[in-house]
């Protein structure tokens, strides 16, 4: 039987299936049926799945001012309405040339990213091509799938250049951390294997997406996740309503387990009572003057917490209350129930996304520098703590003081005479100029560039001190830029 044929007996096959939802077809055996919705999910496949390739070039994180040499990568993308395509934001991150290709045709087309959400790890790709959109299909999404439930993966993973369908079953959902951004969303898991390649592509079950494939389990040959819909929507809705991605809400707290009895009864909580204790409170969230150290958070909109952070999502599965304010918008009013010293409160906070002070990612922008008489300052970020082998990560769990605020280093030093003794130095924080408290790097810049004493000083944690004659490290810095060949003192932000 030619391909051309099985093509006309499904299309017939599922019209007849069709005229009669929720029945099974007289004379029409189980088996038959299966193979009919098999190609059902290929015809929407073929129809709606694309090729994504990305030529991209990433910034140094230890030499800022330099780029990396170009990279090429590919992806999978799928149609949505309003002649889109969804793919995976770490698809085309730092892109500096994006092109997709449709099943079964040779032609590449150039796609424009309208927006990017890096922590949910998403991106929409539009291309202004009638030619293109010529009987390409949206698909839809649908729910989350349940426990045990069959889903196909569509795809363009490495190893061939057509596509690829394979089959999995739903393992779990769960808030579980996304590799490209380091946030805690929602996702799904299921027993098929996300290749390289297969990032982007769509998860079909019948024919509704429930989620985009975008990672999996380097120890494991058969653990996938996905992005479910939620997630999706949530990114999609934003995008609509605001031009741009403007992130997931946070309640930016940190908190304790209240599974110990004795624990519980030293905070007053009844026997029937469930929580979670707080911990820390980010200062830039907007429940930092409403919530305390040592409250106990009960429930979210009326929703109760469980002493280890769950609530009920479906039926007898739970996931991490975080969930609950991630899908929120920001500025959406959340009502909060807290007991305090033995007395319960309830508190109304409008929602909004929580910066961090150790920025987890850094993409699609350069990174800040400024340079100074052979001192290189950087602001500290998860990536350079990636490639820094004498600083530890124990600066992630630091908290904002104020907005805006940033830890600034020593990232290296050019040695030159002006800099003759200052040489190990480096991977330290730099506190006050002068006496005056540095708050990001800006300021810093700020701060020395305006210096109008003969010496500057600047004093580094683990109370090291660098003095140096202020118009000396000026003209020195000059010189020292163009012995290594360095376009600029600063990076392009600082100069605003």
Known sequence: MSFGSIRCLIIRCSSNLSNFPGTVTPGIPAGFRSFCSKYSVTDLALNSVVKVFCRSTKSSVLQPWQKRLPHRSTGSGFVISGNKILTNAHVVAD???????????????TAKVQAMG??????????????????????????????YETVSVVGYPQGGDNISITKGVVSRVEVTKYSHSQSKLMTTQIDAAINPGNSGGPVIMENKVVGVAFQGLSRSQNTGYIIPTPVVNHFLTSVEENGQFVGFCSLGISCQHMENTHFRNHFKMGPKMTGIRIRKINRSSSAYNILKKDD?????????????????????????????????????KTSLKVLREGKKHEFNINITPVESLLPVYHFDKLPSYYIFAGFVFLP????????????CDCALTHMPKKPGEQIVIISQVLEAD????????????VKRVNGVQVENLKHLCQLIEGCCTEDLRLDLEGAFAI????NYAKKATAKILKRYGIPSAMSKDLRS
Request: aromatic share 8%; proline share 5%; net charge neutral.
């Open 118 to 147: 890096h922590e949910c790890d998403l991106a929409i790709l539009v291309i202004n091509s009638k030619k293109f959109w010529k009987d390409m299909k949206p698909l839809d999404l649908g729910d989350v799938p349940s426990l």
């Open 296 to 332: 106990i958070l009960l429930a979210i909109d009326g929703v109760p917490i469980e002493n280890d952070e769950t609530v009920i999502f479906r039926k007898k599965e739970r996931i991490n209350f975080s969930h609950l304010v991630s899908m929120k918008k920001p500025g959406e």
């Open 418 to 429: 002006v800099s003759v003794g200052y040489a190990n130095l480096t991977d330290l924080q």
């Open 467 to 470: 003095t140096l004659n202020q």
């Open 95 to 109: 892109h500096t040339f994006v092109q997709v290709r449709k099943h079964g045709s040779p032609t590449k087309y």
């Open 380 to 391: 500290l970020t998860k990536p350079y703590l990636d490639c820094s082998y004498s600083m």
